[in-house]
Nanobody, 118 residues
Framework: VQLQASGGGLVQAGGSLRLSCAAS????????IGWFRQPPGKERESVAD????????YYRDSVKGRFTISRDNAKNTVYLQMNSLKPDDTGAYYC????????????WGQGTLVTVSS
């Protein structure tokens, strides 16, 4: 599986961005797909994830009510709609996928940079 992330950019606080992650190769093998981010000088952290077959998504507490993860299986694409952005949301955003419910994430896309100015 190959993952291609896009959609990052520079936005003012309070603004919105939508990230996209296009999967190719064998996306049917994915069990879970999600978004991570790495703020400047900090560790990478999970943001949101969703089962490829559907289900209740997971969100980290700090993005609940502002971010929405969704998937379009026909397009093999996962989206992260980010609203009410804050400077703390700044970082490199990565999409990732895993084939099993437990264990490590198997596939990673390249990062897309999100910068939120105050």
């Amino acid at each position: 599986v190959q993952l291609q992330a896009s959609g990052g950019g520079l936005v003012q606080a309070g603004g919105s961005l939508r990230l996209s992650c296009a999967a190719s190769g064998r996306p049917s093998s994915m069990y879970l797909i999600g978004w991570f981010r790495q703020p400047p000088g900090k560790e990478r952290e999970s943001v949101a994830d969703i089962r490829w077959g559907g289900g209740v998504p997971y969100y980290r507490d700090s993005v609940k009510g502002r971010f929405t993860i969704s998937r379009d299986n026909a397009k093999n694409t996962v989206y992260l709609q980010m609203n009410s952005l804050k400077p703390d949301d700044t970082g490199a955003y990565y999409c990732a996928a895993k084939e099993n419910p437990i264990g490590t994430w198997d596939y990673w896309g390249q990062g897309t940079l999100v910068t939120v100015s105050s």
